[in-house]
Structures are given as C-alpha cells and as structure tokens.
C-alpha cells in the first residue's frame, strides 16, 4: 500500500528492514555452520588417515598399517612388467615380513589398459600366477578428478604421477612417502631402503621395552 502522494508507507518501509536483518542473520548462521563442519572434518595428515576398498569392495582403513613400513604400488595384469614385478614384490613381501613392512597393490586401467578386469579377477590372477600374499585393493583411478584420494595423496606429497604401471612409493611408519622408484628401478634399491626403515622400527622396540 502506498501513501498518499506515491510514497511507500512507514509499514511497507518496516517490513523490508525486517526481511534484510533475518535475512542477514540467516547469512551469518550458515556461514557458521560450515565453518564448522569444516573444522570438524580436518583432511588427513598422511596416507595411513584415507580409507580404501579391497577387492571385494569392502573398506579398509588403512590405520590397519600404521607403525609399519608400506609399499605402494600401482598394479597391473597385462603389462609387460607384471611377471618379473609381481614375482620381486612377493620376494619382498615375504623377506621382510608383515611385522613391520607390506607390499600395498593397487590395480589401475589407466596407463595401456593393462589393468583389465574386475577387482576380484585381479586379485586371484596375482595369487594364482605369482603366488602373491600381499594386500591387492579395488582398481583405482590414479589420474584425473575421479583420483583415488589415498593416492593422491602419495601423487601430491612427491609432485610425481606414474606414468606407467608399477610405480613404487615408500610410505613410513608415520605415513610419510620418504622414496619413490619407476618401474624400470631396481628392486635391490628398494630392498636397502625398506629394509634400513624396518631396522630401525625393531631397533626402538627393543629401545621400548
């Protein structure tokens, strides 16, 4: 309703104040309420914070590995790296034990397709072929938005993405990548420096007791 003479009346004026201050209010309540949440979900700190899936599609978290020395490797069925790769992994997966260090397989189709088949597939070709017993999770993507956050955050903390299959990242018992190998890389290079993290997790055990 307008006032005689065109102009708004007092009451029109009062309502639209009214809607600015609730409406400013509203503002200031939601910005507070993310700002929270925000806080309350802290991105994680090193690799062994993510969860992942195995190849059964069920979650691990990989907390599971804190305190050890982890292996990282992206995996593949049909490359031509795979046999002499898988077999190395294996040696050093068993060498030096799952007390303190794990060979960590993650498949991916990215790099030639040489990662084809299900997760499941993937997992029983490596244990029936190359007799594998460590961990081999879902097929993950490595490259691109759809990037699987525990690896990238290996891929972030070293400025390095595989380039092809078998990349080797050496997480520590803190969840830190320390080294990195391509796959062409000697696996007696990784053995000194897996076997030199381990050494030193028995080293302040035996400091503990």
């Known amino acids: 309703m307008e006032a005689l003479g065109g102009y708004p009346s007092k009451s029109s004026g009062a309502r639209g104040g009214l809607f600015r201050v609730l409406l400013s209010v509203a503002l200031f309540v939601g910005s507070l309420y993310l700002l929270q949440n925000k806080?309350?979900?802290p991105k994680?700190?090193?690799f062994y914070s993510f969860e992942v899936k195995d190849a059964r599609g069920r979650t691990v978290s990989l907390e599971k590995y804190r305190g050890k020395v982890s292996l990282v490797v992206n995996v593949a069925s049909g490359s031509d790296l795979t046999e002499q790769n898988y077999r190395a992994l294996q040696e050093l997966h068993r060498e030096l034990?799952?007390?303190h260090f794990n060979v960590l397989g993650f498949p991916c189709s990215q790099y030639g397709g040489a990662g084809s088949g299900t997760s499941r597939e993937i997992e029983a070709f490596a244990k029936s072929n190359y007799g594998v017993t460590f961990p081999i999770f879902s097929k993950i993507k490595i490259m691109g938005?759809?990037?699987e956050p525990a690896f990238?955050?290996?891929t972030d903390s070293t400025k390095k993405t595989p380039k092809w299959n078998f990349?080797?990242?050496l997480v520590s018992p803190e969840g830190q990548v320390v080294s990195f190998w391509k796959p062409e890389e000697s696996i007696d290079e990784i053995r000194k420096e897996a076997t030199a993290l381990v050494r030193a997790i028995i080293l302040k055990k035996r400091q503990e007791l």
């Open 39 to 41: 806080l309350k979900t």
């Open 152 to 154: 990238k955050f290996i």
């Open 167 to 169: 990349w080797k990242f």
């Open 145 to 147: 938005s759809e990037a």
């Open 97 to 99: 034990g799952t007390s």
């Open 44 to 46: 994680p700190k090193d």
